[in-house]
């Protein structure tokens, strides 16, 4: 079955404890993109990544890294997690451009920084 | 941010009822999407629209486009209950990001 699975589903946290989100995707896919989730504001483009060792900032970057060593995986690192960071965190990935070609989702994962 | 707004935020009408959710974006766009939302879950891909359309139908989606306006419309026909959810445009930004809107919330009640 064609997915974007991601783990975990649920994260809480403290303040400063690093941790990862992992992403991945059994379609072949080019890209892969992380997005947060906030109440009124809509998903906003955290990081994205073209290919294998291409990744560029999105809209809200700041406070996170991520890394594609394969083109199935895209792991999101939050090194030192902030209250800020609690939010609802989704991975997508399509087949070449986004703008073109459909996104398909992860479950999401939801995490709490207290 | 070319961020979408969708209007209304939220909208709730009786199954069978037509609904109709807007977006507006500020800068010109190649593509303009929509994607649905049930609770909490990952998005779906509902329909896309190019630059050149102004008109496409999916179903019981019709989606418009005014670029002129910069805006976008979604009306879903003959609602029922399993289309309670939210609603979101998303439209090419420079480079290779991708911006979605803030949403509409739609309740149909059965």
């Known amino acids: 079955e064609a997915q974007v699975t991601q783990n975990p589903r649920y994260l809480i946290t403290v303040t400063g404890k690093k941790l990862t989100v992992t992403c991945s995707q059994n379609?072949?896919?080019?890209?892969m993109s992380w997005y947060r989730q906030d109440p009124g504001l809509g998903l906003r483009q955290i990081y994205y990544?073209?290919?294998?060792?291409?990744?560029d900032k999105g809209d809200v970057p700041e406070g996170y890294k991520v890394s594609r060593k394969e083109k199935r995986n895209f792991p999101l690192i939050l090194e030192s997690p902030s209250p800020n960071q609690t939010s609802l965190y989704f991975c997508?990935?399509?087949?070449?451009?986004?703008?073109?070609?459909?996104?398909?989702f992860g479950p999401g994962t939801r995490l709490t920084v207290l | 941010s070319q961020q979408g707004e969708e209007d209304p935020q939220a909208l709730s009408i009786q199954e069978g009822e037509n609904a109709t959710m807007n977006c507006s974006y500020k800068?010109?766009?190649?593509?303009l999407q929509w994607y649905r939302q049930n609770s909490g879950r990952g998005l779906v891909h509902l329909i896309l629209?190019?630059?050149?359309?102004r008109e496409k139908h999916s179903g019981r989606l019709r989606v418009t486009l005014d670029t002129s306006k910069k805006s976008s419309s979604l009306l879903i026909t003959a609602s029922r209950a399993a289309d309670t959810a939210s609603y979101f445009c998303?439209?090419?930004?420079?480079?290779?990001?991708?911006?979605f809107g803030t949403g509409t919330s739609l309740t149909v009640i059965p």
């Open positions: 997508a990935s399509s087949r070449l451009n986004p703008n073109t070609d459909t996104q398909y």
């Open positions: 998303a439209t090419d930004a420079p480079g290779n990001q991708f911006y």
């Open positions: 379609m072949n896919h080019e890209y």
């Open positions: 800068t010109s766009i190649n593509n």
């Open positions: 990544s073209m290919n294998v060792e291409v990744t």
């Open positions: 629209i190019r630059s050149n359309e």
